[in-house]
């Protein structure tokens, strides 16, 4: 099968940097689509970034012109700087990637999360 597995998380103060990767592994034939979603306690689950099979990004809001979502696909790995972090980014992130696999065909694939704070 095919497996995500996310990395990058931590505590950074206000103002700070962190960089989350997300590597897909396993029977890969294609990645298509790749987005970061976060959630806060108590919020909705809200679309990130977004970067498309052939690299047209998209943002939400909230974080344009802070966060960059970027792509190897070499490696099968979604990237999502994130620079000058404010308190209200605070979230669990998740990556999320659409996946042609040679044995389960299409796949829509999460990561398990990873805890990002910002805090002073």
């Known amino acids: 099968q095919v497996h995500l597995v996310e990395s990058g998380g931590g505590l950074v103060q206000p103002g700070g940097s962190l960089r989350l990767s997300c590597a897909a592994s396993?029977?890969?034939?294609?990645?298509?689509?790749m987005t970061w979603h976060r959630q806060a306690p108590g919020k909705q689950r809200e679309l990130v970034a977004r970067i498309r099979s052939r690299s047209v990004t998209s943002y939400s809001d909230s974080v344009k012109g802070r966060f960059t979502i970027s792509r190897d696909n070499a490696k099968n790995t979604v990237y999502l700087q994130m620079n000058n972090l404010k308190p209200e980014d605070t979230a669990v992130y998740y990556c999320?990637?659409?996946?042609?696999?040679?044995?389960?065909?299409?796949?829509?694939?999460w990561g398990q999360g990873t805890q990002v704070t910002v805090s002073s």
């Open positions: 396993g029977s890969i034939f294609r990645i298509n689509d």
């Open positions: 999320n990637v659409g996946v042609l696999s040679t044995v389960s065909g299409l796949m829509d694939l």
